[in-house]
């Protein structure tokens, strides 16, 4: 593709160690059936093959383009790094571990191309599991590094990870509150220069809903009724909440209650009234974190004196 071509969409794809699942990733951003785009790969200063790869696919279409970090920025600055550079109308991330259907990019650029008050569009979202070696199958052999770890698990049910959003602002809030539990909307098509008006470059526990706040400002979010985005579920665990604390917060008492900064950000930017209205969300929201600190507390106290 001529560099000097505008393309309608840019996709960010930040990576660090991602040697397993990369080439998936990038194999199906490679065949989509929506061709206007340029792909920017940022890699964090990885430290296993992921830059390889990276040159490999760079040689092979003119579409793509590296960054390479001289030393790991953290993965907010990461995702930002990719959507500074953007030069479409539209942008979407994609994580080095997940990968889409091949209508991905022409399903949610023509929300977007006929919706102006939609800002972010996304499909259902299918996700897959770290499977046992013994139950990894053919379907895998063209990844061999990521079948030694995981394969798509086809058991799993399809998930509604956006519930669209739409209405006055003070409404909008309340929708989007109550259905916070998956972070599979941030991998959605937007708006670019909305997005970057939105995007918040203070790091924090929850700084996705901040952002999404900022975005509902602009208008509303969309889902696609057709599986699009295929996510490798991490799973959720309590694990760490401290050391997330202590990096994220710099708020007193923000390692015993992780959503603190969150919580100043609301009140800072949405305003008391709306925090009020939704106090119920966020009290549970709170209690919740308090209760993930506690019990990430007891398995540190047991991990220190009790020893498999």
């Known amino acids: 593709m001529d560099k000097t071509h505008i393309p309608k969409v840019t996709i960010g794809l930040p990576v660090y160690n991602g040697e397993l699942s990369l080439s998936q990733s990038i194999d199906s951003v490679l065949k989509q059936s929506f061709t206007d785009f340029e792909l920017i790969i940022s890699d964090n200063a990885s430290t296993d093959s992921t830059l390889k790869i990276c040159e490999k696919y760079l040689n092979k279409d003119s579409r793509i383009t590296l960054v390479k970090q001289n030393k790991n920025i953290g993965p907010l600055w990461n995702f930002y790094s990719v959507l500074e550079k953007a030069r479409g109308d539209y942008f979407v991330w994609l994580a080095d571990d997940d990968y889409w259907h091949p209508d991905f990019l022409l399903e949610n650029v023509n929300v977007l191309d006929n919706h102006k008050n939609i800002v972010c569009s996304i499909g259902k979202v299918e996700t897959f599991d770290k ?100 996510r490798f579920n991490q799973g959720s665990s309590t694990t760490g909440i401290i050391n997330q604390s202590r990096l994220y917060n710099k708020i007193p008492l923000g390692t015993i209650f992780p959503y603190i900064s969150f919580n100043s950000w609301c009140l800072k930017n949405i305003g008391l009234k709306n925090v009020l209205r939704n106090l119920d969300i966020f009290a549970r929201m709170n209690v919740g974190g308090f209760l993930f600190f506690g019990i990430d507390l007891i398995l540190k106290i047991r991990n220190r004196f009790y020893k498999y």
């Open 131 to 230: 499977l046992p070696k013994n139950e990894i199958k053919e379907e895998s052999v063209k990844y061999p590094k990521l079948a030694e770890n995981y394969v798509m698990n086809r058991r799993n049910q399809m998930i509604s990870v956006t519930f669209p959003v739409s209405g006055s602002y003070s409404k909008k809030i309340r929708q989007f509150l109550k259905n916070t539990g998956s972070n599979s909307r941030f991998y959605g098509l937007y708006r670019k220069e909305i997005l970057q008006k939105c995007f918040i470059k203070n790091d924090f526990i929850a700084v996705v809903n901040a952002i999404f706040l900022n975005l509902l400002k602009y208008g509303d979010l969309y889902e696609v009724d057709k599986i699009l985005l295929y």
